[in-house]
Nanobody, 115 residues
Framework: QVQLVESGGDLVQPGGSLTLSCAAS????????MAWYRQAPGKQRELVAK???????NYADSVKGRFTISRDNAKKTVYLQMNSLKPEDTAVYYC?????????WGQGTQVTVSS
């Protein structure tokens, strides 16, 4: 049974930082491409950042230079370091794993950026 469990969401002030974690189990983590998506109230879910099995990364334009995605295959965990947070970063953040035709979602973690 595959599980993706996100953690690290919180309430933070504008300009602050957070690190999200996604712990995976039940899959061969190292072969999966991993990503973070987010969904704000009333908006569609959008890709935030992606890291391939080989370690290549790409980011949404809105977070480039502020967010960093990384992975630790030994810990089966993917991270999202978020700096210089803005109110528009407020959303539920979801972890996503993808390989071949197999893909999985986590349950989400809430990030709220507000003073």
């Amino acid at each position: 049974q595959v599980q993706l469990v996100e953690s690290g969401g919180d309430l933070v002030q504008p300009g602050g930082s957070l690190t999200l974690s996604c712990a995976a189990s039940g899959l061969i983590f190292s072969i999966y491409h991993m990503a973070w998506y987010r969904q704000a109230p009333g908006k569609q879910r959008e890709l935030v950042a992606k890291i391939t099995a080989g370690g290549s990364t790409n980011y949404a334009d809105s977070v480039k230079g502020r967010f960093t995605i990384s992975r630790d295959n030994a810990k089966k965990t993917v991270y999202l370091q978020m700096n210089s947070l803005k109110p528009e970063d407020t959303a539920v953040y979801y972890c996503y794993a993808d390989w071949s035709r197999q893909n999985y979602w986590g349950q989400g973690t809430q990030v709220t950026v507000s003073s």
